[in-house]
């Protein structure tokens, strides 16, 4: 048995200081994971940094494990959300993940905490489960375990996926090229105008609880892009499998901010085109009543709602010139979108708007944003 290290000396807290964003915690926890020629020999090819973890097993193919985390209150209220749409929503992430890798989702693990008055309300703990079962299985995953805890007052999520490739198949976050085409999977924005719904909805609930009632129903399209986002497991692996996508990454925090994680990691710049941009169509109705000060805004925003609005779990990717040609227009009436080029790193990321080339600032979802 090897002799164990040394322990390093015990720092003060006071001489940690907090992280200044979640992507700054996991940039440090990436650094301390670096012995890889010893994680390397245990056929683990991509660690902490990526939309999943890559392992090679035995039998030539690529595992991917990936999980995320929905907390009430922080990630989805409970007053949106049925029980089933917390259990689909947590799933759908990590599927998500798991097609951003260009693999095939394969087995899932959800941990649930409940508090107490929840787990004695009849259904909603099996309603949530099958939420996430029947989303599992429709994208070829089966659940195989997970954890139950009790929680003081809030619902807690989390959805393990396991999923595989082919070696060498697995489709990273590096990996783009100046050059390279940049496209996008159906629309964006549809899970951020959602919000914008919800909390209309609230606003109105205070004074007239049937005003907001009927609003919620003609707005339930656009609800669900919340409440039940499509993850696009068949075009994660279409192009994990044919080797298309020289990189990828699925919009869980908004196309600014997972473009510019992209491009980090690719040591890439981009320039993006607004008017290319996919903007779901909920969002733009060709015509706008006269006083519907709501719809208005949701329309103005569309464009600002599809660049920096987080979780429609779209899939963003870049393709070599010679090969935009083999990419198919849809699958499954799914689109993908043509939206950019990979450039220089020295160039930025940009997009091109009103004839103006001006810097895209990554201004998507986080969770410990300075000053929030
Ligand atoms: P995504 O939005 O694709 O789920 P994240 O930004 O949550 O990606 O995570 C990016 C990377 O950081 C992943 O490799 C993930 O496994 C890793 N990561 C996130 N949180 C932790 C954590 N608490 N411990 C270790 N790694 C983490
Ligand atoms: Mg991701």
Known sequence: MPRPKKAAPARPSGSKPTPQSEFELIAQLRARSTDARAQGARGLVCGIGDDAAVFR????????????????DVDFRRADFEAGDIGHKAVAASLSDIAAMGGRPRWALLSIGVPRALWERPGFVIDLYEGAETLARLCGAFIIGGDISRTPERVVVDATLIGE????????????????????????????GALRVFEHARSLSKSSPP??????????ELARCQTRPAPRVEWGALLGERGLATAMIDLSDGLSSDL?????????????????????????????????AFRRSLKK????????????????????????????????????????????????????????????????????????
Do not use: W
């Open 165 to 192: 490739a082919a070696r060498g198949r697995s489709v990273r976050r590096a990996g783009a090229r100046p050059g390279d085409q940049i496209f996008v999977t159906g629309t964006l924005g549809g899970a951020a």
């Open 57 to 72: 097993n035995t039998h030539g193919r690529e595992l991917l494990v990936t999980s995320d985390l929905l907390v009430e």
């Open 260 to 292: 510019a994680h992209l491009c980090r990691e690719s040591d890439a710049g981009a320039l993006i085109e607004a008017a290319s941009v996919p903007v779901n169509p909920l969002l733009t109705p060709a015509r706008v009543a006269r006083g519907d």
């Open 301 to 372: 925003d569309a464009l600002t709602l599809a660049l920096h609005g987080g979780e429609d779990f779209e899939l963003l990717f870049t393709v070599r010139p010679r090969d935009a040609r083999k990419l198919r227009e849809s699958l499954d009436g799914v689109p993908v979108t043509r939206i950019g080029v990979v450039r220089e790193s020295r160039e930025g990321v940009k997009i091109l708007r009103g004839g103006r080339e001006v810097r895209l600032a990554p201004s998507g979802f986080e969770h410990f944003r300075r000053g929030d």
């Open 211 to 220: 005003e907001a009632q009927s609003f919620a129903r003609v707005y339930s």
